[in-house]
C-alpha cells in the first residue's frame, strides 16, 4: 500500500533545519527484515583481548547445531533471512553456507549471500567472474535461497511470507555486495552481461556512490553507527536511489551500536556507545522514517567490530527482545504520518530567495556594505575561538565548490576535486558546513559536509555563528525599473558521507514530547 509522506517530511524538515528530502511513500514490496551473519568463527575466536563483549555461549560456525539455534533464534524475533559473508568456493565460509542453506530449508527460513568483492582468495577480476557463476549455477535455485519480489507493486497474489515470495513469479533472488567499488560501473556491467545478463537476480550494492545503480537493483549502507544522526543520514538516500528507477530496492540499515577498537586491521575505529539498547531504538525508528523497501540489522554476530545483536554476556537478550519489537511494527505496516504545527527557531539549511514583483525604489548611497535584494548578509562574529585541526577527504563525483559562507548562496571562491585531503579548521552549529583555508593559509572558505569523510570527531571543532543582516535601504521618491535578479548558484549533488561524520545532535523542538512519538505515536 503505497503512502504518502510529504506532510511527514515538511514536519521532520523543520525539525531538522532541511526541507524534505524526498517524497518516497511505503514500500509497496513485502516488507523484508534480514540481518548480516558471519560464519568463520572457531573455538578461538573468542578471546576478549580481541573482542568487546562475547556470545552467552561460545561455539565453531562450522557446528550445524549453532546454525540451527541461530535461525531458531532469529526467526522467532521477525527476521526472514541472514545475508551471509561469502569469500567463494574452497574455503570455509563456503562449506557453512551449504550446510546452512539445508537447516534453513527444514526451518523455513531463508539465507543470501553477502559476496564481499575482497575474499583474499580473489586475485583477479576473472575470479569474481568466475566465483558469481558458482553462486549462480549452485546456489540461486536452492529452496531456502532468499528471493525478493523484483518490482514494486509486483506481489500482488504472492503473498508476503519469504517463503510465498519464492514461488511467486516477479521474485528474484537476492546478492549482496560487498566493497563492489573495487571495480568501475562500467565494469561491473561488463561482469554482470557475463554471468547475469538476463538479470535474473537482484544486486545489492553497498556503499557511497549510487552511481552503480546503473548496473545494481538496490542499495544499502553497511554502517550507520558512524553518523551521530542516523536519521539526518538515512533520510538522505531515498531520493538519490529513486533518481536511478521507481524499481530501485532501498535498504535501511540498523545498528545496536559499533566498537572496532580491538581490530587492528582497521585504523579507523568507529565507536557507538550502545546506551543500553537505546541507539539501537534509534536507527530503527531513523529507518521507519525513511519507509525503507526492506530493513537490514548490521548484525547478528560480527563480534570484532562490535555490532551483534546476538546474545552477550553482558546484555543478554537484549538486542533480540528489541528486534522483536521493531520488526512486528514494520511488518504491521508503518502508518501514514501526521502534520505537526510545531513551531521551532531552528535556522533552514538554506535560503530561498524571493522577487517581489513590483517596482523597486534605488536606495540612498550610505557607507553600508552593498547587500543582496534577495538574500540577507552572512556575517561572521568574532567568538574569539582557535581554529580546530581535523582531516577529511573530499567525496564528490567532479568537484565541490568553495564558498566565501556557509551557505549555498554564497560566492564561489574556487572548487575542490575528489580524493584531496583537507583540514577542517570549524564548523557550523548544525553541522552542514566545515570551514577551511582556501585559498591560502590566512584566509578561509566553507565546504558543504555532505561531501567529506572526517577521520576523526568533528564535535571537537570549534563553532563559527554567523549574523544576518536583513537589508534595509533608504528609498528615494523616484522609482527605478525593477532589476533583473543575479541568479543563484546551483548547489551541487546531495552526496553521500560514508564514513564517520560526527555532528551535533539537531536541537529538539520546544516541546515535551519527543519527535517520533509525535510522528508515530505507537512507538516505544
Known amino acids: 500500500m503505497k503512502r504518502l509522506i510529504v506532510f511527514f517530511l515538511l514536519a521532520l524538515g523543520v525539525w531538522l533545519g532541511a526541507p524534505p528530502t524526498h ?5 509497496a514490496r513485502p516488507p523484508l527484515v534480514l540481518a548480516f551473519y558471519y560464519n568463520w568463527f572457531d573455538e578461538k575466536t573468542w578471546n576478549l583481548n580481541a573482542l568487546p563483549d562475547l556470545p552467552v555461549v561460545k561455539y565453531a560456525s562450522r557446528d550445524p547445531e549453532i546454525m540451527r539455534h541461530h535461525i531458531q533464534q532469529a526467526k522467532s524475533v521477525g527476521i526472514d533471512a541472514f545475508v551471509v559473508s561469502w569469500w567463494g568456493a574452497g574455503n570455509q565460509t563456503d562449506d557453512n553456507f551449504k550446510v546452512m542453506l539445508d537447516l534453513a530449508r527444514q526451518a523455513n527460513f ?10 583474499p582468495f580473489y586475485r583477479s577480476k576473472n575470479d569474481v567472474v568466475q566465483s558469481l557463476k558458482y553462486l549462480m549455477s549452485t546456489y540461486i535455485n536452492h529452496p531456502a535461497y532468499l528471493n525478493a519480489i523484483a518490482t514494486p507493486n509486483g506481489a500482488q497474489n504472492c503473498g508476503v511470507l519469504p517463503s510465498q515470495i ?3 513469479g516477479n521474485s528474484k533472488p537476492v546478492i549482496f555486495f560487498w566493497r563492489q567499488q573495487l571495480y568501475s560501473v562500467d565494469e561491473w556491467k561488463a561482469i554482470r552481461d557475463q554471468v547475469d545478463p538476463e538479470r535474473r537476480t537482484l544486486w545489492i550494492e553497498e556503499g557511497t556512490n549510487e552511481t552503480y545503480l546503473r548496473v545494481f537493483d538496490g542499495h544499502h549502507l553497511y554502517m550507520i553507527a558512524w553518523a551521530p544522526n542516523p536519521f539526518a543520514e538515512l533520510n538522505k538516500w531515498p531520493r538519490r536511489i529513486r533518481n536511478f528507477g521507481a524499481d530501485k530496492i532501498w535498504v535501511a540499515t540498523v545498528n545496536p551500536g559499533a566498537d572496532n577498537r580491538k581490530v587492528p586491521s582497521q585504523p579507523e575505529k568507529v565507536v557507538r556507545d550502545r546506551n543500553g539498547g537505546n541507539y539501537y531504538r534509534e536507527t530503527w525508528r531513523a529507518a521507519f522514517s525513511t519507509y525503507p523497501d526492506w530493513i537490514m540489522i548490521t548484525s547478528w554476530n560480527e563480534w570484532p567490530e562490535g555490532t551483534m545483536i546476538e546474545p552477550s554476556v553482558t546484555y543478554g537478550n537484549l538486542y533480540l527482545d528489541i528486534t522483536r519489537e521493531f520488526a512486528a511494527q514494520f511488518k504491521a505496516g508503518l502508518p501514514t504520518p501526521t502534520p505537526t504545527n510545531t513551531p521551532t527557531n531552528t535556522p533552514t539549511r538554506t535560503a530561498t530567495p524571493t522577487l517581489t514583483p513590483t517596482q523597486t525604489l534605488t536606495p540612498t548611497t550610505t557607507s553600508t556594505a552593498t547587500i543582496s535584494p534577495t538574500l540577507g548578509a552572512l556575517v561572521p562574529q568574532d ?15 567532479g568537484t565541490l565548490r568553495v564558498r ?13 576535486r575528489e580524493g584531496i585531503t583537507v583540514t577542517l579548521l570549524a564548523r557550523t552549529a548544525d553541522n552542514l558546513w566545515w570551514q577551511i583555508a582556501y585559498p591560502n593559509a590566512k584566509q578561509r572558505g566553507w565546504i558543504s559536509s555532505d561531501f567529506t569523510i572526517p577521520i576523526s570527531d568533528t564535535n571537537a571543532l570549534p563553532i563559527r555563528t554567523f549574523a544576518t543582516i536583513t537589508p534595509t535601504p533608504t528609498p528615494t521618491a523616484t522609482p527605478t525599473e525593477t532589476p533583473t535578479p543575479e541568479p543563484t548558484a546551483t548547489p551541487l549533488p546531495d552526496t553521500p558521507t560514508p564514513t564517520p561524520t560526527p555532528t551535533a545532535t539537531p536541537t529538539p523542538t520546544p516541546t515535551a514530547t519527543p519527535w517520533w512519538k509525535r510522528i508515530f505515536p505507537f512507538l516505544p
Open 23 to 27: 517524497t518516497h511513500a511505503q514500500s
Open 110 to 119: 531463508r539465507v543470501a549471500i553477502d559476496f564481499e568483492v575482497t575474499s
Open 166 to 168: 519464492k514461488n511467486c
Open 383 to 397: 567568538d574569539h575561538q582557535p581554529d580546530g585541526n581535523v582531516l577529511a577527504s573530499i567525496i564528490v563525483s
Open 404 to 416: 566565501a559562507a556557509p551557505t549555498t548562496d554564497a560566492e564561489i571562491l574556487g572548487r575542490l
